[in-house]
C-alpha cells in the first residue's frame, strides 16, 4: 500500500512537471504563430503578385486562403483570423483594381472580398478548432506516454483480434526487446516455457470470450532471469459495446512471490514442528503417569511393612502430595497442548447456558466443600465448540474456588453488550490479583501465590482459558483489586446462523 502512494506521488509529480513544460512552450510560441501567420499572408501576396501578369484579375483570394487554412493549422484560430483579416486587407490594395488603393473599388470585387472574409473567418475558426482538438488530443496521448513511462508496471495495448498494438518502454528496458521483435503473441514470447502455453491459451480464451484477462506467470528479463509477474487486459469497447481494443498491465510481484512461498515452507515446517511437539508431550505423559503411579503404589506398601508413626505417614502423605501434584501437572499439561489439535467446526450454535451447566456438575463437590454460592444470568449463543467453553467456566469457576479469601465464595456469571459484542463475565470476592500481575496470569506455568490451603495451581488454567478463548476469534482480560475480588472477562465469536436470524 505505501508503494501505491508513493507511485501515485511520483506520477502527480512528475505530472505537473509535464503541465508546467507544456505551459511555457505554449507561451514561447505565441509570438512564433502569429509571426508566421503575418509572414504566411505576405508571401501569398507577394506569390499573387508574381503571377499577375499570367492569371489576370482572376482567383484573387486563392493563394491567401491557402495562407489562412496554412496559419489556422499551425497556429490556431487567433492567428487564422488575423490572417484572414491582413489577407483580405492586403488582396484589397495589392490585387484588386484598381491596386494600390482602398478606393474606388468595383462591385465584383466588393462581392469578391465580402465572400472572402466570411469563407477566410469560418475556414479559420473551423480549422482552428479541429487543430485544437487534434492538439488536444496529442497532448492527451503525450501524457499518457509520459505517465507509461513514470510507472514501474509494463502497460500494453492489442487490437480487437487480440494482435499486441503497443508495449511500454518497461518492457523494452526489462526485456531488451522492441514490439517488432516479437511474434503475433507479443508479451507471451518471454513467458516461461513451462507457462507459456496456459498463458496463450487464457489470452486467446479471453479475446474469444471477450473476458478481462489475469494470468500469474515468469517473464524472462534481458539476462534471461525470470521475475513472476501479475497479467492482467480488459477490453475497450466503444458505444456500440464492440470491443475496439485490450488494454493491459504486467505487475513485477516477484518480491511478494518469493515471500509468500517463504512464509509457505515456514508455515509447513512449523506445523511440522507442533505435530512433533504434540506427540512429544502425548507420548511423555504417558510414559511419566506409570513412574508416578509406582511411586505411589510402593510408598504405600512400605508403610503397611513397618509400623506406623507420625513421621512416617507425615513423610508417605508428602510423597502422596507430590505424586498427586506431578499427575495434576502433566495432565494440564497434555490438555493444554490439546486445545490446538482438536477440530474446530464450521459454525457450531453452543448454549454458554449449557457449557456453564456442564462446568458447574463437574466441580459440584468443590462447589459444596468451600459452601460456594453461584448466581447465574441468562447467557447468549457463540460459534464454539462446547467442551472447550465448558473447560473456560470450569478453570476460571475453580480458580474463583481455589483463591478465595476468608469470606465463602460468591462467584457470578453474566453477559453485557458491548458494541454488538457479547462480553461474559466471571466475577468473585476472592484475594483479587495486584495490578501488575493483570497481564502475567495468562502466560503457561505463570503464578501469583499459593491459595488459602497451601496447594499451588499448574499454572496453565487461565493460560488454556486465553488459548480457546482467542482460538475462538476472541479476546480475555482480567479486572480486579487486592482484597476485593477479581472480575474475568471473555468475547466470543458470535454465531453466524444466529446473527443472520437476527437480521431476518
Not at 512564433?32 to 501569398?44: F, N
Not at 473551423?126 to 485544437?132: D, E, M
Not at 516477484?254 to 509457505?264: F, G, N, Q, S, T
Amino acid at each position: 500500500m505505501c508503494g501505491e502512494v508513493f507511485a501515485n506521488k511520483n506520477i502527480d509529480r512528475e505530472t505537473l512537471i509535464f503541465d508546467n513544460l507544456r505551459i511555457m512552450q505554449w507561451n514561447q510560441n505565441i509570438l512564433l504563430r502569429y509571426s508566421l501567420a503575418v509572414i504566411g499572408i505576405v508571401v501569398a501576396i507577394i506569390v499573387r503578385l508574381s503571377l499577375s501578369h499570367f492569371v489576370g484579375d482572376h482567383i484573387p483570394f486563392l493563394f491567401v486562403l491557402c495562407a489562412v487554412v496554412a496559419a489556422s493549422w499551425f497556429g490556431g484560430r487567433g492567428p487564422g483570423l488575423l490572417s484572414a483579416v491582413l489577407g483580405g486587407v492586403a488582396t484589397w490594395y495589392f490585387v484588386l483594381p484598381p491596386s494600390l488603393t482602398f478606393s474606388r473599388i468595383t462591385d465584383a470585387g466588393t462581392s469578391q472580398l465580402t465572400a472572402f472574409m466570411i469563407i477566410s473567418g469560418l475556414v479559420a475558426l473551423l480549422t482552428g478548432s479541429l487543430r485544437k482538438a487534434n492538439d488536444a488530443i496529442q497532448e492527451r496521448e503525450a501524457r499518457l506516454e509520459f505517465m507509461a513511462a513514470a510507472m514501474p508496471e509494463i502497460l500494453f495495448t492489442a487490437d480487437a483480434s487480440g494482435q499486441m498494438e503497443s508495449l511500454s518502454e518497461k518492457f523494452h528496458e526489462f526485456t531488451g526487446k522492441r514490439i517488432g521483435e516479437l511474434s503475433p503473441e507479443g508479451w507471451c514470447d518471454v513467458v516461461h516455457p513451462e507457462e507459456k502455453a496456459a498463458a496463450v491459451n487464457d489470452w486467446k480464451t479471453a479475446v474469444s470470450q471477450k473476458i478481462a484477462f489475469r494470468r500469474t506467470c515468469r517473464l524472462a528479463d534481458k539476462n534471461g532471469i525470470y521475475r513472476w509477474f501479475q497479467c492482467r487486459a480488459v477490453p475497450i469497447h466503444d458505444k456500440r459495446r464492440n470491443i475496439v481494443r485490450w488494454f493491459g498491465v504486467c505487475a513485477d510481484i516477484d518480491d511478494h512471490k518469493v515471500l509468500e512461498e517463504r512464509l509457505a515452507e515456514q508455515k509447513e515446517a512449523l506445523s511440522r514442528s507442533n505435530e512433533d511437539l504434540q506427540r512429544f508431550a502425548f507420548a511423555a505423559s504417558h510414559d511419566l503417569q506409570e513412574p508416578l503411579r509406582t511411586i505411589a503404589i510402593f510408598s504405600e506398601m512400605l508403610i503397611r511393612k513397618r509400623p506406623e508413626t507420625v513421621e512416617s505417614s507425615y513423610l508417605v502423605a508428602q510423597i502422596k502430595r507430590g505424586v498427586q501434584r506431578m499427575q495434576d501437572l502433566i495432565q494440564s499439561s497434555l490438555d493444554f497442548a490439546r486445545i490446538n489439535t482438536d477440530e474446530v467446526a464450521s459454525d457450531p450454535l453452543a448454549s454458554l447456558d449449557d457449557c456453564l451447566s456442564d462446568a458447574l456438575w463437574s466441580l459440584q463437590a468443590r462447589i459444596d466443600e468451600a459452601h460456594a454460592q453461584i448466581i447465574k444470568h441468562p447467557l447468549p449463543h457463540v460459534a464454539a465448540q462446547p467442551v472447550l467453553i465448558s473447560r473456560v467456566f470450569q478453570n476460571l469457576i475453580d480458580n474463583a474456588i481455589k483463591f478465595r479469601s476468608e469470606r465463602w465464595p460468591l462467584i457470578e456469571i453474566k453477559a453485557t453488550k458491548r458494541e454488538d459484542v457479547d462480553v461474559i463475565s466471571v466475577s468473585d470476592n476472592g484475594l483479587g490479583i495486584p495490578p501488575e500481575f493483570a497481564q502475567r496470569i495468562f502466560e503457561p506455568f505463570q503464578r501469583i501465590s499459593d491459595n488459602n490451603d497451601g496447594s499451588r495451581g499448574t499454572g496453565l488454567g487461565l493460560a488454556s482459558v486465553r488459548r480457546i478463548v482467542e482460538r475462538n476469534g476472541g479476546r480475555v482480560w482480567v479486572e480486579s483489586e487486592p482484597g476485593c475480588g477479581s472480575t474475568f472477562f471473555f468475547t466470543l465469536e458470535p454465531s453466524k446462523s444466529l446473527i443472520h436470524t437476527r437480521q431476518s
